[in-house]
């Protein structure tokens, strides 16, 4: 039976930047999947996927990162919506629409949040009424970070991306992120790790402020910063210029990188400090999305 209802309105989603303020490697599993314990947010930077009706799937990309996009055989969107029709014994009817603002493979999940924007738009559009939990399920096995991108809120991260937990409680706050413009593809740095694995970090229950959490921040660190240096090593220059703006608390690498990420004490100092960025580089400066919900 199809359930898609012909007359129902466009569904616009958000999809917004993942940033994982720290990552620890925690283990290797049989299959090859690491295990990872990261504390997870998500910034106002953001792509955007609309959901309409139609007879047949499609896919039309727009935005300023659509061209990186444009040779891209499957299109995670289109593989979220395939493996979601099916699931639901639906055929997949929906014209979708990607306004990509993200730099591609970048260690920001974008198209983890696609993948996540696009079951969310459709779940609605196809009167699935889907709880987030089943979606997640459906959706790990195209990307281990669309579980955390379903929800798009803080969590803990745990398993190969699919446990997840309630993050501390975060203070406001503001992030600036820079891409040098060199895609990293994860499972190169992924298989160019070297040695052991870290233990899982202990968290407080919440942070009065961004200086107390960049202090607690700074005893951790991302795993998998050293080998995305070694493959690409402009990310030493883009966590030291992040390092050395006005405000910033702490600087890192996100996921697999190349994308930094700087901690501000407020989204306007992130925001006037991502200005004085290389111009060559991607950047952003704001807040967390869905901050003071
Ligand atoms: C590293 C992280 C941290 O949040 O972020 P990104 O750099 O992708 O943003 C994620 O775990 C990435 O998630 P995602 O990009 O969805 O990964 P997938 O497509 O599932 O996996 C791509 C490849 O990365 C490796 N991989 C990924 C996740 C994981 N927990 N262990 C792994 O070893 C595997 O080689 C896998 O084949
Ligand atoms: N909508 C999409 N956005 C980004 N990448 C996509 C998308 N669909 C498929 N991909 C593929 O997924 C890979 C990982 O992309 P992305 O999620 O941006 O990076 P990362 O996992 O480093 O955060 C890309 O190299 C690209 O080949």
Redesign the pocket.
């Known amino acids: 039976m199809n359930r898609a209802p012909t007359t129902a309105a466009p569904r616009v989603e958000a999809a917004p930047a993942?940033v994982n303020l720290y990552l620890h490697v925690t283990g290797q599993r049989a299959d090859g999947y690491h295990t990872l314990d990261s504390l997870v947010v998500f910034a106002d930077a953001a792509?955007a996927v609309t959901a309409a009706p139609a007879d047949g799937l499609k896919l039309s990309l727009s935005g300023p990162e659509a061209t990186a996009?444009m040779a891209?055989p499957?299109?995670?969107?289109l593989r979220a919506a395939r493996s979601l029709a099916a699931a639901a014994g639906i055929p997949p009817r929906a014209a979708l629409a990607?306004e990509?603002r993200?730099?591609?493979?970048?260690?920001?999940?974008?198209?983890?949040?696609?993948?996540a924007a696009a079951l969310r738009a459709l779940n609605a559009l196809w009167g699935l009424d889907w709880q987030q939990a089943r979606l997640a399920a459906l959706a790990l096995p195209l990307?281990a970070?669309i579980p955390a991108c379903i929800a798009s809120r803080a969590c803990r991260m745990g398993g190969i991306g699919e446990a997840l937990s309630p993050a501390p409680r975060l203070p406001d706050c503001g992030l600036v992120l820079a891409n040098p413009r060199i895609?990293?593809?994860?499972p190169a740095v992924f298989k160019a790790r070297e040695g052991g694995f870290s233990a899982p970090a202990l968290l407080p229950a919440g942070w009065p402020d961004a200086a107390a959490m960049a202090r607690d921040l700074a005893a951790l660190r991302n795993d998998l910063e050293p080998p995305a240096a070694a493959l690409c090593p402009v990310v030493a220059e883009v966590v030291g210029t992040l390092r050395a703006l006005p405000g910033c608390l702490l600087a890192r690498m996100s996921?697999?990188?190349a994308t930094c990420f700087g901690l501000f004490a407020e989204p306007r100092s992130a925001e006037y400090a991502a200005e004085r960025l290389p111009a060559a580089w991607w950047r952003w400066g704001g807040g967390l999305h869905g901050a003071g919900r």
């Not at 499957?74 to 969107?77: C, G, I, K, P, S």
């Not at 999940?109 to 993948?115: E, K, L, T, V």
């Open positions: 993942k792509d996009l891209e499957d299109n995670l969107v990607l990509k993200l730099p591609v493979a970048s260690g920001i999940g974008g198209g983890s949040a696609d993948a990307g970070d895609a990293l593809a994860t996921g697999s990188g």
